[in-house]
């Protein structure tokens, strides 16, 4: 009897080894092949983002970056569960577009990283996905008022910025007001559609694009264009907005991320 309780305690840890736990249910997972070593640029880019963003006040001890891997469209790269300000390229994890980790390095995962993968599932030309709780977008998510550009460095926010409600999803999960698995990033994907912004309801935002430079830069951009909509629109009156055919031009000429990337890298490693 003893030995037979011995065999069935072995199997349960056997299975044990290579499952993941998501909100109490127990799901077998087999680690998914890797889409090789990653340029050691695009890791020190990816390491840059973070400490960028957390030294503009977009992210703080919570928030993350990834990029798609470039020898794997399959694939994406992003930092375990750590403060984004704290990132090394030793702490650059590898995931499956299912949020899968290649190799979990005995670390722990993103619990959000749902957000991830399902974009760059939905969205075949985004290359960099953030998803931050940058504090002046936080009320254009939670009130009747749209978030649109005032600034010009903004104008990518001319083809509107919709808003996600966690409560719209029909999961037991989500009334954490997270995403935490497939399907809760599944819908935000969908309300993301084909745009560069999309708000979450009392919790943040998320901002896609070609390359995690101009991500960065769409990120912060969002940020500031919140606080100026909000001084402008407390100044009362109605407000001349950038226009779309303004902002539409403005996309045309706004491919040149070099001189901020490069200011915002030197200054937040001199930190």
Same mark, same amino acid.
């Given at each position: 009897m003893i030995r037979f309780a011995f $065999?069935?305690?072995?199997a349960v840890l056997a299975l044990a080894v290579n499952t993941d736990v998501v909100? &109490? !249910?127990? $799901?077998?997972? !087999?680690? /998914? !092949?890797?889409?090789?070593a990653a340029d050691p640029v695009l890791l020190e880019d990816l390491v840059a983002a973070n400490r960028i963003l957390a030294n503009e006040g977009v992210l703080d001890a919570y928030g993350h970056v990834s990029v798609r891997h /470039? @020898? &794997?469209?399959?694939r994406y790269l992003m930092s375990r569960s750590l403060a984004p300000i704290l990132v090394t390229a030793n702490d650059i994890m590898e995931y499956d577009l299912d949020s899968i980790p290649v190799d979990l390095k005995g670390e722990r995962s993103v619990l959000e990283r749902f957000i991830h993968g399902e974009i760059f599932k939905a969205r075949q030309d985004v290359n960099a996905v953030i998803h931050s709780h940058s /504090?002046?977008? $936080?009320p254009f998510g939670i009130t009747q008022g749209p978030m649109r550009p005032v600034y010009h460095m903004a104008s990518f926010l001319h083809v509107g910025v919709p808003v996600w409600d966690?409560?719209?999803?029909d999961d037991p999960d989500a009334a954490g007001l997270l995403v935490r698995n497939g399907a809760i990033g599944t819908s935000l994907a969908s309300t993301l559609g084909a745009g560069p912004v999309v708000l979450m309801? @009392?919790? @943040? &935002?998320?901002v896609v694009a070609s390359s995690v430079q101009a991500a960065v830069a769409r990120a912060i951009y969002t940020e500031v264009n919140a606080?100026?909509? !909000?001084?402008?629109l407390g100044l009362g009156g109605p407000v001349n907005y $950038?226009?779309?055919e303004e902002g539409a031009a403005w996309d045309k000429f706004s491919g040149d991320t070099t001189r901020g990337w490069d200011l915002w890298k030197k200054q937040a490693f001199e930190r």
């Open positions: $065999i069935i305690v072995a909100s &109490n !249910t127990v $799901i077998a997972q !087999t680690p /998914p !092949t890797s889409g090789d /470039p @020898g &794997n469209p399959d /504090p002046a977008v $936080i966690v409560r719209a999803v309801r @009392g919790h @943040g &935002n998320v606080r100026l909509q !909000t001084i402008a $950038i226009s779309s």
